[in-house]
């Protein structure tokens, strides 16, 4: 009975979490959809602003696969449809030809700062104190 009991807690704690998930990323893409971005695309934004923090700074795409949770394809689409619309750069590392680089944009980077308080403040507002 308790080996039950204990298997129901985790599944229930498990089901808020994704509960929790799903509502926050839903409600990100609510407030970044007028910006033209989803919660995954202000995520690789996000990552590339502090990972490659000066302008030329670039990150390697293998270094974004396991942050961002998005499968290496899905990540690849999602990096090129922000590159189409002009927010990041690619480019191919010079030593490992199967490597590539992205970096932010100008463009990428101002978009980022504009809709950088939105999203922390829905994170603040979906996971913050009391919120949960």
């Known amino acids: 009975m308790a080996a039950k009991t204990a298997g129901a807690g ?23 959809h007028p910006h033209g971005l989803g919660a995954s695309d202000f995520e690789v934004l996000d990552i590339l602003a502090s990972e490659a923090p000066r ?12 942050r961002v949770h998005l499968s290496q394809s899905a990540l690849s689409r ?10 990041v750069e690619r480019s191919v590392c010079t030593e490992d030809r199967r490597g590539v680089y992205v970096a932010l944009t100008r463009k ?5 700062a504009e809709v950088l308080p ?3 403040a829905t994170l603040e507002r979906m996971l913050g104190q009391g919120a949960l």
Do not use: F, P, Y
Not at 79 to 85: C, W
Not at 108 to 112: E, I, N, V
């Open 78 to 87: 999602l990096i090129g449809r922000l590159e189409k619309d002009g927010l």
């Open 118 to 120: 939105l999203q922390r």
């Open 55 to 66: 302008e030329g700074d670039q990150c390697r795409v293998q270094n974004l696969v396991g």
């Open 108 to 112: 990428g980077r101002d978009l980022h």
């Open 10 to 32: 985790l599944e229930e704690k498990w089901r808020d979490i994704l509960s929790v998930h799903a509502r926050t990323m839903c409600e990100i893409d609510r407030v970044l």
